[in-house]
Nanobody
Framework: QLQASGGGLVQAGGSLRLSCAAS????????IGWFRQAPGKEREAVSC????????YYPDFAKDRFTISRDKTKNTVYLQMNNLRPEDTGVYYC???????????????????WGQGTLVTVSS
């Protein structure tokens, strides 16, 4: 199971760090990532991490602002978000998939195993 936390209300330009606590079996997945869904929009990839080599993938909007990382000892994946914008508002989910072999594949093809989301609200 995956459990996301760390969301909240922040002003534009601020920062948040999201956490995703993973149970034992999900650590065997080849990649894990963060996805978000803004009000009235489709869910989109935010960042993904390959668990065998720590290669990361970011879409353009997340580059230079967001950083995905993990702590193996805590079975936790993080998303550090800096310089937040109102358009970053949404529910953020961590997710994974047994069949996606890389961070790029997971972010582009999408996961099938989803955790509960955490709400991020960025005020202008």
């Amino acid at each position: 199971q995956l459990q996301a936390s760390g969301g909240g209300l922040v002003q534009a330009g601020g920062s948040l760090r999201l956490s995703c606590a993973a149970s034992g079996f999900t650590l065997n997945r080849p990649a894990i990532g963060w996805f978000r869904q803004a009000p009235g929009k489709e869910r989109e990839a935010v960042s993904c991490l390959s668990t065998n080599n720590d290669i990361t993938y970011y879409p353009d909007f997340a580059k230079d602002r967001f950083t995905i990382s993990r702590d193996k000892t805590k079975n936790t994946v993080y998303l550090q978000m800096n310089n937040l914008r109102p358009e970053d508002t949404g529910v953020y989910y961590c997710a994974t998939d047994l069949g996606q072999a890389s961070s790029y594949a997971l972010c582009h093809r999408g996961p099938t195993e989803w955790g509960q989301g955490t709400l991020v609200t960025v005020s202008s």
